[in-house]
């Protein structure tokens, strides 16, 4: 089973447990000797259910959507995402250098192209610029991968 995360950065701690933990109950839903996570890698959700599913003995496949794209990404998460790429059984690229939100949204069609299932952490809301969590999951249903959305009740964003 190939599943995809797709998901909102920059929650706040209390938010970030709870995804985690919905995240974690998500994993445990599936044999883990079967499950390969498809993960940009990015801070927040991406690199959760990439570590939960290794965790779980699990396998982890990266969509690099550009060449510049760990460069864009906060400083702190350099290691994490420097670990989880070096972990990967299997690395997506699109080709592209800029990393900007054209990239963004290729990188997430070539995952949603690559799973049987999306896991979004979404609040519902639209994307706030192109190639948002919202673009993607829209993406996944007019192709017709099942998305699961995860958001906690009554967590917010900001």
Not at 29 to 41: E, H, M
Not at 113 to 130: C, H, I, Q
Request: one cysteine or more.
């Amino acid at each position: 089973m190939r599943v995809g995360i797709t998901g909102h950065r920059g929650l706040s701690a209390e938010v970030e447990r709870r995804v985690r933990e919905q995240l974690a109950d998500a994993v445990n839903g599936y044999d883990p000797t079967k499950l390969v996570a498809v993960s940009c890698i990015a801070d927040g959700p991406d690199a959760w259910f990439a570590e939960a599913v290794l965790g779980a003995g699990g396998r982890l496949d990266v969509v690099v959507p550009a060449a510049e794209y760990r460069a864009g990404l906060p400083a702190w998460h350099h290691a994490s995402y420097d670990e989880l790429l070096s972990r990967a059984a299997d690395v997506h690229q699109t080709g592209l250098a800029a990393s900007d939100s054209a990239a963004h949204m290729a990188g997430s069609e070539i995952l949603v192209g690559l799973v049987d299932e999306l896991l979004a952490v979404w609040d519902g809301r639209p994307a706030r610029g192109y190639g948002g969590t919202a673009d993607v999951v829209a993406y996944a249903r007019r192709t017709g991968v099942p998305v699961r959305v995860l958001w906690p009740k009554g967590a917010t964003r900001d």
